[in-house]
């Protein structure tokens, strides 16, 4: 019984890992793809056998790299539910959410290769690539961050991390329940991971193409 | 796995969408590389598109993940593969099984089909299979030999060389004409039109003949690149090259061998010939242009240095001692002349020898003689008159006879009836070219553009005289000045050429008017000159053709017509040779057979304009109006013919000398500019020696461009600039052929004096009162730069460049307030946080050096190395300094840059941000700086919790929200209770899941025996698609097979639909159910197929109806929004 939780959670932590480091990339594209910064700002790389776009910048990388893997340990908890990117306008009312939504199954033994994962992994970069029509034009001087959502407050004293930070999120509310257009999604076990958008409901017609 | 380098290279990186423009890749001058980048360019575009199709598929996941191949380069090598053994196989059939064997005329000849044609792709397809052709399905630079195609997009046809990547763009005709004359045909009459087009336009034709003349001696100086020219030239510029370098036979010598020369004492005689300056051909006439592009100037080149002097040139140089160049000049400097090398007044002596040069040139002084002449045109526009009522216009056209000729030899006057030819040598051995020839020299069939020894073969007693430019320029400015006295409205086409309108200035016969004006020019000049008086500018010209030399011709509207009749097509101005044959083989040799075919037909065989200007030419039609100059958009100056250097300094000493020569043009002109480009031949790899003896031969075309924010004209600053832009090119000095420096987006230089030049001054100034102070660090920092930023440039250039652009960073007020003055708004360069700056990759750096006029670079190399010597302590201050000035930095992009990354390096000191999703509403938050404790907006609210609260609590939490106190309250309400009745839905539906009633339990699932059960054909086949959908199991396949095969006859039967209805939707609800939370896509997709097959059929509709809300409900119960179902 020991051996097999411990085996559940190396398990895990190589899922884990391999989440983290899809969500750097992944966030990265998201980036790009709203070209906040000019395309000379990233450089293409390549990541699962796919082009991505890495960012040049050292802060801006470190940012996206420092926020994910501060992340991991609650990811292989299973204690982050959504990492969202978040695109505020000037006047810090967001408008645009690219949410990831995380699910570890902790207790999960079937095991996954890696592989298949990351082919899993690689087609939501793919399908990042051809969403820019999904997504609103960004203000001009917008800004970006990225937040996480936790399930449930990670136990104080276990870390003096910066978990323990309490911050706000929106300053200013969304009338309503946001529009949702999923971009992709997995399930596996242990891990699934949905990506979808979130926009303020309908305040203005989205100019989104619609294939009906 | 893990990030890794891709391999770049110039030409992948700029691939993406969103990617500027790459300035080198549109560059007409680098045509040379554009072939392997352009299939690259295409083949990638594939791909992506590829990406997109398969991606953007509802059913992607299924046929992607499945996809055996790693990335689609291995797909499209694959497919291509997989499409030539096709190909192969039906050929090899088709050959076997033909009942008659066909002669496989399209033998190594490989098609690639590009958009529609007639015949069709498939049927030529067809063709090349029958006759032993190959077929490309796509585009490759490597196996396809020729592309076919009807028509090409403007924009194709623009950037030709990307496009076809060299390869011929052909008619599908010639494949049809091929076939039925049982041979290949070549493909040359049957290339696009589009394509083989560019043969000189009207424009070109009236316009600046010089600037015409310049395009076509591209290998020569340019003096004025002109804009239309260069569009409409561009094309064919490069064969040019490699047919000039083809044709030349001449041996050419060694430089060592060339200096040998001049050691060996035979300094006279080598001096003689191996002087050298670039000469054109011939005289810009539009006729002879097509003549000109096949031939060379090449200065012939004693083959011994003992070969005695020929007496003609002896004799040459006896006469022409009125020259500008006196002898001793040609004696001390020649044997050196031929080359850069060793000749530090090269860029001087080399613009000075050039006829171009002076062409090009005169008009700058022209326009300063008569500097108020546009202006006049402006204010009494004859445009009124030319087209309201045409009878009236009266247009003079005057041209002098045979200029470059008869001003040498008007004080010659033994020479006035003998054949006399302009040229610049006169080695009859020589590939040297007429450039002008005079009547009794015509007679012998000497031409311009025909070499010196070609001539002398035809006539052997023809004399060959040099240049006298100043006499040029004193018999043109006597020329004008008599123009201007006589008539108001001139346009000057060339120094030897005008136009006059004197429509409002003579009152009497146009004829005598010439008459006398031709007399004052002869009695002025001793030159003659002939005229042509005609109703426009067209007739005109062709009139002075019929009045040469030395008469004068009238052509009255009544007689335009007749005298059109006859005339060669040729005659007409932008017919060349190109479109003279297309015209001959539609068996239409003069302007009466083109007067017969409508303007429709003449527009869709020539192209619009095309066939427009023929149709109008044709019937003496012209509607232009004598006007002033055009204002040249660019000034630049171009040296491709003996460069040679030796080292970094040598092309250094070069380039002050570029600048200098075009600072001059520019003041010359009066304007400054902004744009600077500097071009670059670069022998390639592989290439010898060229074949002309100091040419450039096969030349890689490299070009780089900067723009500042204040346009100059100053000398010191475009040197510096140019220095700057030459450093970026990393480039062996040995292997320079070519510079080339232009200068555009000009600006009159007096309105821009006021603000550019001061700062720029400025700048100047404050960079030599700080050079000494930083003079230590600039080599320390020079190297931290350049290890740190993998920037280009090299060391002296670099060293060159921080010395003179050192700016200091306590800059004065007043230049702050100068930028602000500008549109172009960048913060202070002191504001900016090094740090940053340092970090941004070498594109972005460059554009922002370039906004700073080049001082960024130079500041960062030295805030480095102080930094360095300094200490952590002043990065700190500079650091925070620099953060706090992002916020008040201005509009512009390129501050965004930082500005965005000065953002999100503020975001970062949190790490993570950490928030509750389901927190409780009544639960503390953290203030910021307000004093809520409400979570912000409704979607925060856990809906469940909400719910369970009595309805008084819920109205009153929702007015305590601080967006609903700040909104109206009232929209909230329906939200609250829109979601109630759903929400409730929800619970029902559970409790019904929760029965025996599971549909999506079992495998199959046992919904399957329902719908198969069920009378409804529209459920049966759902069933049927499921269970032959195997193992995906994904009912969004299902849906994406009944859109084919549902319609709206299929729900015709009559009862049993409530039922049919009830069952589709207990199964989607499950459905949802199962896979809302694990794969919203999944649900996402079906909504949509859905929807879209609720247009076609009843049932589906209905279904589509009752599923909607629910799942708008489950998908709020999960994530907290709604589906995006628009």
């Excluded at chain 2, 004359?181 to 600046?208: H, I, T």
């Excluded at chain 2, 698609?1025 to 009912?1035: E, F, V, W």
Aim: proline residues 5%; charged residues 25%.
């Amino acid at each position: 019984m020991e051996r097999k939780s411990k085996h559940n959670q190396s398990l895990q932590g190589e899922a884990a890992r391999i989440l983290v480091e899809f969500l750097e990339v992944a966030i990265t594209s998201i980036v790009f793809l709203k070209g906040i910064y000019p395309p000379g700002a990233f450089e293409r790389r390549r990541y699962m056998n796919l082009v991505v776009h890495k960012a040049r910048h050292p802060q801006l990388s470190y940012y996206i790299c420092s926020a994910v893997s501060g992340l991991l340990p609650y990811i292989e908890k299973g204690l982050v539910e959504r990492v969202a990117v978040i695109f505020f306008e000037r006047a810090n009312v967001s408008v645009e959410k690219f949410v990831f939504k995380l699910a570890l199954n902790q207790s999960c033994d079937s095991k996954v290769e890696n592989t298949d994962l990351e082919f899993a992994l690689r087609s939501f970069l793919t399908k990042l690539a051809a969403s820019e029509s999904l997504t609103k034009a960004i203000p001009r001087d917008c800004r970006w961050e990225i937040t996480a959502y936790f399930r449930d407050l990670p136990e104080a004293g276990s870390n003096k991390d910066s978990a323990l930070i309490w911050i706000p999120t929106d300053t200013k509310p969304w009338l309503q329940p946001p529009l949702i257009t999923p971009i992709k999604s997995m399930s596996s076990e242990p891990l699934s991971v949905q990506l979808y958008l979130e926009h303020p409901s309908s305040l203005e017609p989205m100019n989104q193409a619609s294939d009906s | 796995m893990s990030f890794d380098s891709l391999s770049r290279s110039d030409n992948t990186t700029h691939s993406s969408k969103r990617s500027r423009c790459n300035s080198t890749s549109s560059n007409p001058w680098n045509n040379g590389q554009s072939s392997s980048h352009g299939s690259q360019k295409g083949k990638q575009k594939k791909a992506r598109q590829k990406t997109l199709g398969v991606a953007w598929g509802a059913n992607s996941r299924s046929s992607f993940q499945r996809s055996p191949f790693s990335d689609f380069g291995s797909y499209m090598d694959v497919k291509n593969r997989k499409l030539h053994n096709q190909f192969a196989a039906e050929a090899a059939g088709s050959s076997h099984g033909g009942s008659h064997t066909l002669k496989p005329i399209f033998h190594g000849v490989s098609i690639f089909v590009d958009g529609f044609t007639v015949p069709s792709s498939q049927d030529l397809r067809g063709y090349m299979l029958k006759y032993g052709g190959r077929f490309e399905n796509y585009f490759s630079r490597r196996h396809v030999t020729h592309i076919i195609c009807s028509n090409l997009p403007d924009s194709k046809v623009k950037n030709l060389r990307s496009f076809s990547g060299g390869l011929p763009v052909v008619k599908p005709q010639w494949i049809i004409d091929s076939i039925a004359a049982n041979k290949l045909l070549s493909w040359v009459p049957y290339e696009l039109n589009q394509v083989c087009d560019n043969q000189p336009k009207l424009s070109l034709f009236f316009a600046l003949k010089n600037a015409s003349a310049t395009e076509n001696a591209s290998s020569y100086p340019v003096c004025i690149v002109d804009d239309v020219a260069e569009t409409s030239l561009v094309c064919g510029k490069d064969e040019k090259y490699i047919e000039v370098a083809e044709t030349i036979e001449q041996r050419s010598m060694s430089n060592e061998r060339f200096e040998d020369d001049g050691r060996d004492g035979k300094m006279n005689n080598a001096s003689v010939h191996c002087y050298v300056a670039p000469i054109e051909s011939c005289r810009a006439e539009p006729t002879f242009m097509e003549a000109e592009q096949g031939t060379l100037f090449q200065e012939e080149v004693q083959d011994s240095p003992d070969e005695p002097c020929t007496s003609g040139s002896n004799h040459l140089l006896t006469k022409s001692n009125t020259g500008e160049v006196p002898r001793s000049l040609f004696r001390r400097k020649a044997p050196k002349g031929h080359s850069t090398l060793g000749d530090p007044n090269f860029v001087e002596n080399y613009f000075r020898f050039s006829r171009l040069h002076f062409i090009g040139t005169w008009r700058q002084r022209y326009q300063k003689r008569y500097p108020n002449t546009p202006v006049e045109f402006k204010s009494t526009s004859a445009k009124n008159t030319a087209s309201d009522d045409p009878h009236k216009t009266c247009i003079i056209h005057i041209d002098m006879d045979c200029f470059f000729v008869a001003v040498v030899i008007r004080d010659l006057p033994k020479l006035q009836d003998k054949p006399v030819a302009i040229s610049h040598s006169d080695n009859p051995k020589g590939t040297a070219e007429i450039s002008s020839a005079n009547y009794p020299a015509r007679e012998y069939g000497v031409e311009a553009g025909m070499f010196v020894k070609d001539a002398k073969a035809l006539c052997p007693r023809l004399t060959i005289l040099q240049y006298n430019f100043k006499a040029y320029e004193e018999v043109a400015d006597q020329f004008y000045d008599i123009l201007h006295k006589h008539c108001k409205k001139v346009q000057a086409v060339s120094c030897d050429e005008a136009f006059l309108d004197v429509t409002d200035s003579i009152e009497y016969d146009p004829q005598n008017f010439a008459k006398e004006i031709r007399k004052e020019i002869y009695e002025t000049t001793r030159c003659t000159a002939s005229v042509g008086i005609a109703g426009n500018m067209l007739m005109a010209r062709l009139a002075t053709r019929k009045a040469k030399p030395n008469g004068q011709c009238y052509i009255s509207y009544e007689m335009v017509n007749n005298y059109l009749h006859d005339l060669p097509i040729k005659s007409l101005p932008g017919i060349g040779y190109v479109l003279e044959d297309k015209l001959k083989q539609c068996n239409i040799s003069t302007c009466g057979q083109l007067q017969m075919i409508p303007k429709e037909s003449l527009q869709k065989e020539f192209g619009f304009k095309t066939g427009e200007m023929l149709w109008n030419f044709s019937r003496g039609i012209d509607d232009r109006v004598v006007g002033s100059i055009r204002e040249s958009k660019s000034i630049g100056a171009e040296v491709n013919w003996g460069v040679r250097f030796k080292d970094l300094k040598d092309s250094k000493q070069f380039l002050s000398n570029l600048c200098k020569e075009v600072s001059m043009r520019l003041q010359g002109n009066g304007v400054r500019g902004r744009k600077f480009t500097l071009k670059i031949k670069k022998r390639r790899k592989d290439a010898e020696e060229p074949a002309k003896y100091m040419g450039c031969g096969d030349c890689e075309n490299l070009s780089h461009t900067m723009t500042v924010p204040a346009a100059t004209n100053d000398v010191d600053v475009l040197h510096r600039i140019i220095m700057q832009i030459f450093g970026s090119f990393h480039i062996d000095a040995k292997e320079i052929r070519g510079v080339g420096l232009q200068v555009s987006k000009l600006e009159n230089a007096d309105a821009s004096k006021q603000d550019g030049r001061n700062i720029l001054k400025a700048w100047l100034s404050s960079a030599s009162i700080n050079w000494r102070a930083s003079d230590i660090n600039s080599h320390y920092s020079e190297k931290t730069h350049r290890e740190g930023q993998a920037f280009d440039g090299n060391p002296n250039q670099l060293s060159a460049d921080s010395a003179a652009n050192l700016i200091n960073m306590e800059m004065d007020p007043s230049m702050d307030e100068a930028y602000s003055n500008r549109s172009l708004d960048p913060p202070p360069l002191c504001h900016l946080d090094m740090e940053v700056i340092e970090s941004l990759p070498p594109e972005i750096l460059s554009e922002l050096n370039e906004a700073y006029g080049g001082k960024l670079v130079t500041l960062m190399s030295e805030s480095k190395g102080k930094s360095e010597e300094i200490g952590n302590d002043e990065i700190g201050n500079k650091r925070s300094a620099g953060g706090s000035l992002f916020s008040d930095a201005g509009p512009s992009n390129k501050v965004d840059t930082c500005n965005q990354m000065g953002q999100s390096h503020l975001q970062v000191e949190g790490h993570v941000r950490v928030a509750q999703g389901s927190s409780n509403p009544g639960s503390s938050r953290p203030s910021n700086g307000s004093t809520d404790f409400m979570p912000s907006s409704l979607s925060q609210v856990d809906p469940s919790v909400l719910q369970q609260l009595p309805k008084e609590l819920i109205d009153g939490i929702i007015q305590m929200l601080p967006a609903h106190r700040e909104h109206d309250i009232s929209v909230a309400d329906p939200f609250l209770c829109g979601n109630m009745p759903e929400d409730q839905l929800v619970t029902r539906s559970a409790e019904n899941s929760e029965s025996p009633n599971l549909l999506w339990v079992g495998n199959p699932p046992k919904w399957i025996a329902k719908f198969r059960a069920s009378k409804s054909l529209i459920l049966n086949v759902i069933a049927d698609l499921y269970m032959r959908s195997g193992s995906s199991r994904s009912l969004s396949a299902v849906l994406q097979c009944c859109l084919s095969k549902v319609s709206a006859d299929m729900d015709a039967e009559s009862d049993g639909l409530e039922n049919s209805i009830h069952c589709f939707s207990e199964m989607l609800k499950q459905y949802i159910k199962q896979k809302i939370e694990s794969d919203i896509e999944e649900i996402y997709v079906c909504s949509r197929i859905l929807k879209r097959l609720s247009v076609k059929s009843e049932i589906f509709q209905q279904v589509y109806n009752v599923i909607i809300p629910y799942l708008q409900a489950a998908v709020n119960e999960n994530y907290g929004g709604n589906l995006c179902v628009h």
